[in-house]
């Protein structure tokens, strides 16, 4: 089965921009058809979709995060990565990656994907 990792740092700075990595084991982030989606969990609220990088490199983001989000696809075709602009302390929150067969954007049940990561958290703060 696909496995996911989140790394990245755990406190960001106001201001800063937050990087995020998601490491995959068992299989390619190229493999027809997974896609490979970002999803926010603020304290105290629901789950948040951030947005999706397909097999096929393209990408669809929240149009809420749009101005402020990117994805993007390593090289090693094993690694994919969230950046996201201009961090305010309204941006604490856990941080999953998740894949699913077949595209599909803005879901936000845990059902409609496959595999999880175990979620990173992280604090905005100076």
């Known amino acids: 089965q696909v496995q996911l990792q989140e790394s990245g740092p755990g406190l960001v700075k106001p201001s800063q921009t937050l990087s995020l990595t998601c490491t995959v084991s068992g299989g390619s982030i190229t493999t027809s058809h997974y896609s490979w989606h970002w999803i926010l969990h603020p304290p105290g609220k629901g789950l948040e979709w951030m947005g999706v990088i397909a097999y096929y490199g393209s990408c669809y983001y929240n149009p809420s995060l749009k101005s402020r989000t990117s994805i993007s696809r390593h090289t090693s075709k094993t690694q994919f990565s969230l950046q996201l602009t201009s961090v305010t302390p309204e941006d604490r929150a856990v941080y999953y990656c998740?894949?699913?067969?077949?595209?599909?954007?803005?879901?936000?049940?845990?059902?409609?994907?496959?595999?999880w990561g175990q979620g990173t958290k992280v604090t905005v703060s100076s």
């Open positions: 998740a894949e699913r067969e077949g595209l599909r954007v803005e879901a936000t049940e845990r059902k409609a994907y496959e595999s």
